[in-house]
T-cell receptor, first 111, second 116 residues
């Protein structure tokens, strides 16, 4: 399973754009990159997933360079409610094999 | 229900006791995962079911931990002779594995286990 490395924590202010980068140097051909968000006392929640280039949804954007050895989750104009832990996972699509979470990035948004 | 349901939400037990934690996945989801999460840590993989069979149980820490999914739906995580180090939140997730699989894991709220 591809190992991921993310910053332990980040701080931001409301209204700013936040970019969280994840390194995954040994990503395999069949692996996708998936990001989850977790609030205290809740299970993780799917945010976005991609294989290459750029993916955008109503919540975030995911940028993946051509070599796929890293990815960047971009949260536009964060609010206090975006304070959470963000996990980067690399592996085959869910349901096809075990998926491993790392330690995640703790994002603190200040007013 | 519409989401993954886990019971009990909270369980306090004494060291040495036996515990069962239940997970009811989203209807139609063939894949089911168990994770364990300690305070300040990311979820730690325990076991993954595809249908009724355990496709990967490499994350189970020792033989005190066992999980079943006899009919390919509800799963039970069983912990024998509990130890204080077993205290954690146990998370269950399910996923659809058909041709339109989006790769998303749906998590329950977790079962918080405290071993005194």
């Amino acid at each position: 399973l591809a190992k991921t490395t993310q910053p332990i924590s980040m701080d931001s202010y409301e209204g700013q754009e936040v970019n969280i980068t994840c390194s995954h140097n040994n990503i395999a051909t069949n692996d996708y990159i998936t990001w989850y968000q977790q609030f205290p006392s809740q299970g993780p929640r799917f945010i976005i997933q991609g294989y290459k280039t750029k993916v955008t949804n109503e919540v975030a954007s995911l940028f993946i360079p051509a070599d796929r050895k890293s990815s960047t989750l971009s949260l536009p104009r964060v609010s206090l409610s975006d304070t959470a832990v963000y996990y980067c996972l690399v592996g085959e699509l869910a349901g096809r094999r075990a998926l491993t979470f790392g330690s995640g990035t703790r994002l603190q948004v200040q007013p | 229900g519409a989401g993954v349901s886990q019971t009990p939400s909270n369980k306090v037990t004494e060291k040495g006791k036996y515990v069962e934690l239940r997970c009811d996945p989203i209807s139609g989801h063939t894949a089911l995962y168990w994770y364990r999460q300690s305070l300040g840590q990311g979820p730690e993989f325990l076991i993954y079911f595809q249908g009724t069979g355990a496709a990967d149980d490499s994350g189970l820490p020792n033989d005190r931990f066992f999980a079943v999914r006899p009919e390919g739906s509800v799963s039970t995580l069983k912990i024998q002779r509990t130890e204080r180090g077993d205290s954690a939140v146990y998370l269950c997730a399910s996923s659809f594995t058909g041709n339109t699989n989006t790769g998303e894991l749906f998590f329950g709220e977790g079962s918080r286990l405290t071993v005194l």
